[in-house]
T-cell receptor
């Protein structure tokens, strides 16, 4: 089946630094990738939709200058948390939508746990 | 806006028994997809079952089946012969073509030995 990877799986950083999270579709091309955030014991909340070759679309309340998304190729999208603060600590999950498939074939990455000290 | 509601924050079931998790959603669309995802402690989202709204027949996957009531906008998940490995968070989700998933708040399922 289709596989989506995320790197790193977990990261600890100091407040004020930037952290980059990669989301890769390993065996298919993804025209669209989604970035979610999940706080403990809560559901997944969409942060932004990333389309290859165009600017990401951010959900209301998500700071686009803080959460930079780059979908530079059909297999890679990156989320950069700039000037991270402790409140940015969370679990970040991406999902990828194959270009030629129906909507139901979105595949989730394993997630990245971010801890900002 | 579409919303998904799961009214049971926590459920428990005895091993080998059957449990039903509830899900309701709100949409004005007629063509959409519904899913149940399982999130174990590893936090990897695992697809359990999916249902196309245009199909009247309820989806089944081995021990997992759904009761899809389109008019009532209800999509419950039945787990038969519950196993210890079924213990996890279960999320109901709704999606339109090409758009992101809208997830419910989740139900934490415990399986008692």
């Amino acid at each position: 089946g289709a596989v989506v990877s995320q790197h790193p799986s977990r990261v600890i950083c100091k407040s004020g630094t930037s952290v980059k999270i990669e989301c890769r579709s390993l065996d298919f091309q993804a025209t669209t990738m989604f970035w979610y955030r999940q706080f403990p014991k809560q559901s997944l909340m969409l942060m932004a939709t990333s389309n290859e070759g165009s600017k990401a679309t951010y959900e209301q309340g998500v700071e686009k200058d803080k959460f930079l998304i780059n979908h530079a190729s059909l297999t890679l999208s990156t989320l950069t948390v700039t000037s991270a603060h402790p409140e940015d600590s969370s679990f970040y999950i991406c999902s990828a939508l194959p270009g030629l498939a129906g909507v139901e074939t979105q595949y989730f990455g394993p997630g990245t746990r971010l801890l900002v000290l | 806006a579409q919303t998904v509601t799961q009214s049971q924050p926590e459920m428990s079931v005895q091993e080998a028994e059957t449990v039903t998790l509830s899900c309701t959603y709100d949409t004005s669309e007629s063509d959409y997809y519904l899913f149940w995802y399982k999130q174990p402690p590893s936090r990897q989202m695992i697809l359990v079952i999916r249902q196309e709204a245009y199909k009247q027949q309820n989806a089944t996957e081995n021990r997992f089946s759904v009761n899809f009531q389109k008019a009532a906008k209800s999509f419950s998940l039945k787990i038969s012969d519950s196993q210890l490995g079924d213990a996890a968070m279960y999320f109901c989700a709704y999606v339109l073509w090409g758009q992101n998933f809208v997830f419910g708040p989740g139900t934490r399922l415990s399986v008692l030995p």
